[in-house]
């Protein structure tokens, strides 16, 4: 009977949840009446929704899995993929966000990723807008797939359901509220999952700290458990390599590409609102990562000091909710788990709908397409990527950390060096963004499948580097668009009114 009773205050506490997440989409559905609001929120998006929106976005159910689970197994050495991406998330808003919202929203009415590479490069023949589009295409689907087995985890472990069960739950939760809200919808959730995550991650290492008696007698569990066994939980250096520490911190890489994040960028209300945006997103991003570091370590020292077990290091978070808290707290600290998987996917959904419906139907193929087809095709465009995640997330086995870092390698190195080139060289031309991205998106799937088993790196590292010398090579051996150069100098000119 008790279990029964902890079992409906937790599906209580999930349906209320997602009925609210629900009632969002269904609301913006009724004000979304076009391609621009359903992909960019009619760029009316303020800067704690836009900053909180990339946030949730970006971390998903690696935050609260992938990352706390990386730490119980291994120790702080897996910080330093914390430690890069909180640099990396920096510089991109620190330098990308400004240029790019400006070239997206002033110079050209941009409203995907493919979009914007078109604009910039004044790409006639469609190539670019092609190539960019397949690999938001190929990197997104495996990118949703750990969204799916995420959610799939958390409702196989919350509610003993079979994990295809338990997958298609998850996947129908996150595809309906995306399906009919679109951007707005997705940003206003997002809003309110990021708070819940962040706070999660407050709530969750001060309880275990309470518990363990103080955060000294905390670590003195992890040190002596290390002595025995002769490992070192808590050195950054123990068991790492120059070549590893690389590979962690180049993480940071990747936000230069990420569709989904990069997007935000693109949808604020003004240029002047990026400080602002900074500094909320970045607050909440080191708070968080902390947090999640803290819930790896002290879930260890946790199930040290208790004599318990757990079979896989990705749950800690969920065994630790579970039995440290009343059934209806557990059910919202899930919530907030729950919440990083949705939040995530949607974002990774709506990107991915955009470049079929922008980039492939209007642009390409039907460029008279009146608002109501394009809401038609970009719906069905969700279903159908969403589908095709389903079917590559059915191993209950894939590691969410390993799925995530390919898709992550993918953008970082395809679309982060053009991205990055494009907003500060003037003389890079089109030839040089195709051979940027089709070389980055190779070198990523070559080493990540070939090549990773003789020389470990991570494969953001050789794909980014590749990337940036054929963007180099190839554009210095063109003669530069005329047309293109008084693009990026018009850029230039706005940076100097809109200085913030």
Not at 331 to 337: E, V
Request: one cysteine or more; charged letters at 10%; proline letters at 2%.
């Amino acid at each position: 009977m008790e279990t029964v009773r902890i079992s409906f205050a937790i599906f209580a506490t999930f349906g209320i949840y997602i009925l609210v997440m629900l009632a969002i989409g269904f609301y913006f559905w009724r004000k979304t009446t076009n391609s621009s609001q359903f992909f960019l929120g009619g760029r009316d998006m303020g800067p704690a929704v836009s900053a909180l929106s990339a946030g949730a976005s970006d971390m998903s159910s690696w935050l609260l899995m992938g990352l706390p689970g990386a730490l119980y197994a291994t120790g702080v050495v897996d910080a330093w993929i914390a430690i890069g991406l909180s640099i990396g998330a920096f510089l991109n808003w620190s330098f990308v966000a400004k240029r790019l919202r400006i070239f997206t929203g002033v110079v050209s009415d941009s409203l995907t990723v493919p979009d914007y590479f078109a604009s910039r490069f004044n790409d006639k023949s469609h190539a670019l807008r092609i190539i960019s589009a397949i690999v938001i295409l190929v990197f997104f689907t495996i990118y949703i797939s750990s969204g799916l087995i995420g959610g799939a985890k958390l409702f196989e472990g919350t509610f003993h359901l079979n994990y295809s069960y338990a997958l298609v739950i998850g996947a129908l939760v996150i595809v309906l509220y995306t399906f009919f809200g679109g951007y707005m919808a997705v940003c206003w959730t997002d809003l309110v999952q990021g708070l819940l995550m962040m706070l999660a991650l407050i709530v969750l290492p001060i309880v275990l700290i309470y518990h363990l008696g103080g955060i000294k007698e905390a670590f003195d569990i992890i040190v002596n458990y290390d002595t025995k066994h002769s490992v070192n939980h808590l050195s950054f250096a123990h068991g790492a390599t120059v070549i590893g520490i690389i590979s962690s911190l180049a993480w940071g890489l990747g936000y230069f590409g990420q569709p989904h994040i990069i997007v935000r960028f693109m949808s604020l209300r003004r240029v002047k609102d990026v400080p602002a945006a900074t500094a909320i997103g970045i607050s909440w991003m080191v708070i968080s990562l902390i947090g999640a570091c803290l819930v790896g370590l002290l879930g260890f020292a946790y199930v040290l000091k208790f004599n318990l077990s757990l079979d896989d290091p990705e749950k800690v978070f969920i065994a630790m909710s579970q039995l440290l808290f009343n059934p209806w707290i557990t059910g919202i600290l899930l919530s907030a788990l729950l919440a990083a998987i949705m939040s995530t996917a949607s974002s990774q959904l709506l990107v991915s709908s955009s470049s079929i419906a922008e980039d492939f139907y209007k642009k390409i193929l039907k460029k008279d397409a009146s608002p109501r087809s394009m809401m038609i095709i970009s719906r069905i465009a969700v279903l159908v990527v969403a589908i095709v995640a389903f079917f590559l997330s059915v191993d209950k086995n894939s590691s969410i950390l390993s799925v995530v870092a390919y898709a992550w390698a993918g953008f970082g190195a395809s679309f982060g060096s053009v991205v990055f080139f494009s907003l500060f060289w003037r003389r890079m031309t089109v030839g040089g963004a195709i051979a940027g991205m089709i070389v980055g998106a190779v070198v990523v799937v070559i080493h990540k499948n070939f090549t990773y088993q003789y020389f470990h790196i991570y494969e953001i590292v050789p794909g980014f580097i590749l990337a940036a010398i054929a963007i180099i090579v190839v554009s210095l051996l063109q003669k530069p668009d005329p047309q293109v150069l008084e693009g990026y100098d018009e850029m230039i000119a706005e940076t100097k009114i809109y200085r913030v």
